[in-house]
């Protein structure tokens, strides 16, 4: 057949309406079927909880199930490898924390994935405070005492964390290089075996997020030393920062957020988007949130892209300043 000119015009014409039609096809005939959500991380920390909080609304809104599949190991190196592996379909999304999407890849040489080029942003959701704690029968009661302590006793004053590069490792370092004191790590293979630990009184310290530790603390089975961020909790308003205590600067949140595999379509990216924010928009959703000592983010793509650059760039520098190699 030998298309005439105008026939050649009206069949580009249909040719670009197809392609602009696509994608918008693409979006509204997804999901067909229950989308799996990898956690790098052990259940109940804190970036757990925030997620399964909006994944569940999210899932309420679409009339589809996301199933999550916590996959710790490695400080959460075997999910984020995991996920950079998945198909780019929108059916296997991550649910994330900038200690796994970030901290590690900028501290450790052989991560196995690269968060600028193996994974989207969706959104980052919200951002997460964390305290010092300690078992009730631990001397020191804020941070000065704990310094003078350390002083006094270098290296031996244990602390556990979620794993080497987890938050509550990079947060203690900080801590540590911003008041000289030597205190002895403790990793864990999760969060939540460290932090049950500290509450039987096996290890005396360390750094966590809310809001794990609220009940514990407000029950007097759990001495709250300090709050990491630069300003006070809301949940705990009368308990001066970290920073107020005497080490001016101090400032250590994370986030929770949801990307996706590197070339997952646009179209469901933004379909992933505008769903969680919807979610994190409801009045209940974002209670229980604050009430819990969350903050509440709920971004654009892009505006997280820029985040998790700013991050890399953040830890990268900070490995060098601190000297800290994973």
């Avoid at 985040?307 to 190699?325: E, F, H, P, Q, T």
């Amino acid at each position: 057949m030998i298309l005439t000119r105008r026939n050649a015009l009206q069949a580009t014409f249909a040719a670009g309406a197809l392609a602009a039609l696509a994608p918008n096809a693409l979006a509204q005939a997804y999901p067909a079927r229950p989308v799996r959500v990898i956690i790098p991380l052990a259940p109940a920390g804190a970036s757990d909880v925030a997620l399964r909080l909006v994944l569940d609304e999210m899932a309420r809104d679409l009339g589809q199930s996301f199933v999550v599949e916590n996959q710790p190991g490695a400080s959460g190196l075997v999910g984020m490898r995991s996920g950079a592996r998945a198909v780019p379909d929108g059916y296997t999304i991550l649910g994330v924390n900038d200690s796994i999407l970030t901290m590690l890849p900028a501290m450790k040489d052989d991560a196995g994935y690269d968060p600028l080029v193996d994974f989207v942003p969706v959104t980052q959701l919200v951002k997460i405070n964390f305290a010092l704690i300690a078992h009730p029968t631990f001397a020191p009661s804020n941070v000065k005492e704990l310094v003078a302590l350390a002083k006094e006793k270098p290296g031996v004053v244990d602390y556990g964390s979620g794993g080497p590069g987890s938050p509550q490792h990079v947060a203690m370092e900080l801590l540590m290089h911003a008041t000289g004191i030597k205190l002895n790590h403790v990793p864990y293979r999760g969060v939540a075996q460290a932090f049950n630990d500290v509450v039987g009184g096996h290890v005396p310290l360390m750094i966590t997020g809310l809001p794990a530790p609220n009940e514990l603390i407000n029950s007097g089975k759990l001495k709250l030393l300090g709050i990491t961020s630069a300003a006070r909790s809301a949940v705990f308003p009368n308990q001066a920062t970290i920073s107020e205590q005497g080490v001016t600067g101090y400032d250590f949140t994370t986030y929770a957020g949801l990307v996706a595999p590197a070339k997952t379509p646009a179209p469901i990216v933004d379909q992933l988007n505008k769903l969680a924010l919807k979610a994190m928009q409801a009045p209940n959703v974002q209670k229980r949130l604050t009430d819990m000592g969350f903050d509440v983010i709920a971004n654009s793509s892009a505006d997280f892209a820029a985040v998790i650059k700013d991050g890399l760039a953040k830890y990268s520098n900070l490995s060098k300043v601190a000297n800290i190699r994973l």
